[in-house]
């Protein structure tokens, strides 16, 4: 089981900046796959950011040029650097970890961080 727990979140004007912080409970080498979703009112929860352990990353194409995920490997923290944020950008932004074993694939969610941008 691995737990996540988000930080970061808050009101920022259009055009500011965000870092978003997932601390993981175990060493993310061992996870498969972080990444960062988001889900405004009324919306499907939708991808934002992904890292894959040993490869690349991915990107939403409302956010590519704007946002960087990252990781920290010796602090197990994952990171969302939010750049020229926009109005869209509002919503609750939620950690996700992808954990294969087995052939099974396990997901993990931390609880959300509210990321309100006024225009």
């Known amino acids: 089981q691995v737990q996540l727990v988000e930080s970061g979140g808050g009101l920022v004007q259009a055009g500011g900046s965000l870092r978003l912080s997932c601390a993981a409970s175990?060493?993310?080498?061992?996870?498969?796959?972080v990444g960062w979703y988001r889900q405004a009112p009324g919306k499907q929860r939708e991808l934002v950011a992904a890292?894959?352990?040993?490869?690349?990353?991915n990107y939403a194409d409302s956010v590519k040029g704007r946002f960087t995920i990252s990781r920290d490997n010796a602090k197990n923290m994952v990171y969302l650097q939010m750049n020229s944020l926009k109005v869209e950008d509002t919503a609750v932004y939620y950690c996700?970890?992808?954990?294969?074993?087995?052939?099974?694939?396990?997901?993990?969610w931390g609880q959300g961080t509210q990321v309100t941008v006024s225009s």
């Open positions: 996700n970890a992808v954990k294969v074993f087995l052939s099974r694939e396990y997901d993990y």
């Open positions: 175990e060493s993310i080498f061992s996870i498969n796959v």
């Open positions: 890292a894959v352990t040993g490869g690349g990353t």
